[in-house]
C-alpha cells in the first residue's frame, strides 16, 4: 500500500497553450483512478509562506504572491506562465511535499509517498522563477524534513530528463542532502556537468542525445548507483517522465520499464525500511506519462508491500 497525495485543484492552473498542461494531471488522475485507487489516497494542504521560506528567500516569495494578475496570464520567465488560479496549485504542491513528511514522522502511514503535483518544481531556484516552476517542491520538503531532526542523511534522485539545476543549487553546500541526476546533457538548463560535485553530495550523470535503454542504465549505474555510498535515512524522487522516448521536449529513448527499473535499483541499493517520497516534475507526452508513472508506482508498491 503506498499513499498517494493528490488533488483536482492542479486543473485550474491553467498555462493556455503550453506543454506543462492541464491535461497533465488528468492523465495522472486518471491513472491513480483506474490503478490505485485502493491506495491511501490523500488531498494536500496549503503551504505557508514560512514554509516556502526555507530554501526560497522572503522577498521572492512575496514577489510571487503579490505579482500574479487577476485576469489573463503572468510571465515569471518566458517559460513559466500563471493564471489568476495558479498560486492555489503552487501552495498545494509545496504543501503536499511537506505533509508526506507530516505522515512520516507522526507514524500515520508506512512510509511510501507519491505526489502528484504540477507545475514541476526542480528548476525553481531560491530565489527565481525557472523552467515552468515557481516553488522548488522537493527542496523545500527536504530541507523541511531535515530541520525536524529526525533525518540525517536524505537523497534526492532526480530523474527527470532535465537537470534539477535549482535542487543542485539550493543543496550544493549541505553535507546532508545528497543530490543525483540523469538527465540529457548538454541541453536546458545548461547545468549538470560530471564535475560539479558540490561538497562530494552532487552526482551527476549527463546523458546523451539518443541515449537508448542500454546507454542509460549503464551510465545511470556508473555515475549514480556505484558512485554513492552513503546510507539514507530518507529517499526523494524527482519523478520526470519526459526521458521516456515520446516525450516531444527532449531527446531520451528510455522505454516504459525504464522507470521500473531506475525505481527499482535506486530502492534496491539504497532503501531498506527507508521513508520514500515521490514527487511529480515533468512528462509532457501523455502516454509517455501515463505509462513511464505506471511504471515508477508499481515499483515504489512492491517495495511498501516488502
Ligand atoms: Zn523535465
Given amino acids: 500500500m503506498i499513499n498517494i497525495i493528490f488533488s483536482e485543484e492542479y486543473k485550474n492552473h ?3 497553450n503550453h506543454p506543462e498542461a492541464i491535461k497533465r494531471i488528468e492523465v495522472v488522475n486518471n491513472l491513480i483512478k483506474e490503478e490505485y485507487s485502493k491506495h491511501n489516497l490523500i488531498e494536500p494542504t496549503i503551504a505557508k509562506k514560512q514554509m516556502i521560506s526555507l530554501v526560497h528567500d522572503v522577498e521572492y516569495v ?7 494578475s487577476t485576469s489573463g496570464f503572468t510571465y515569471f520567465d518566458p517559460d513559466t506562465i500563471a ?3 495558479s498560486l492555489n496549485s503552487y501552495l498545494l504542491a509545496v504543501g503536499g511535499s511537506v505533509d508526506a513528511v507530516n505522515y512520516i514522522i507522526n507514524n500515520e502511514n508506512n512510509g511510501v509517498f ?3 503535483h504540477r507545475p514541476p518544481g526542480h528548476h525553481a531556484e531560491s530565489n527565481k522563477a525557472m523552467g515552468f516552476g515557481v516553488f522548488n517542491n522537493v527542496a523545500i520538503s527536504a530541507q523541511y524534513a531535515l530541520n ?6 536524505i537523497l534526492i ?4 530528463v532535465h537537470h534539477g539545476n535549482g ?5 550544493e553546500n549541505n553535507p546532508n542532502i545528497y543530490y543525483a541526476s540523469s538527465h540529457q546533457y548538454p541541453y536546458y538548463p545548461g547545468t549538470g556537468s560530471l564535475d560539479e560535485v558540490g561538497v562530494g553530495n552532487i552526482f551527476n550523470c549527463p546523458l546523451p542525445s539518443d541515449c537508448d535503454t542500454s546507454t542509460f542504465r549503464s551510465l545511470f549505474r556508473k555515475n549514480i548507483v556505484d558512485k554513492i555510498d552513503t546510507k539514507f535515512d530518507l529517499i526523494y524522487f524527482s519523478a520526470g517522465f519526459d526521458a521516456h522516448k515520446l516525450d516531444p521536449l527532449a531527446s531520451i529513448n528510455l522505454e516504459d520499464d525504464d522507470f521500473y527499473w531506475v525505481t527499482k535499483i535506486i530502492l534496491e541499493k539504497f532503501a531498506n525500511n527507508v521513508p520514500i517520497i515521490s514527487v511529480l516534475e515533468g512528462g509532457y507526452d501523455m502516454k509517455g506519462l501515463y505509462h513511464g508513472l505506471n511504471n515508477h508506482l508499481k515499483a515504489l508498491v512492491e517495495y511498501s508491500d516488502e
Fill in 114 to 116: 507519491f505526489c502528484a
Fill in 14 to 16: 491553467d498555462t493556455g
Fill in 148 to 153: 525536524t531532526g529526525k533525518f540525517k542523511k
Fill in 62 to 68: 512575496n514577489y510571487i504572491f503579490d505579482s500574479i
Fill in 83 to 85: 493564471c489568476p488560479n
Fill in 167 to 171: 535542487t543542485q543549487h539550493i543543496f
Fill in 157 to 160: 534522485v532526480d530523474f527527470d
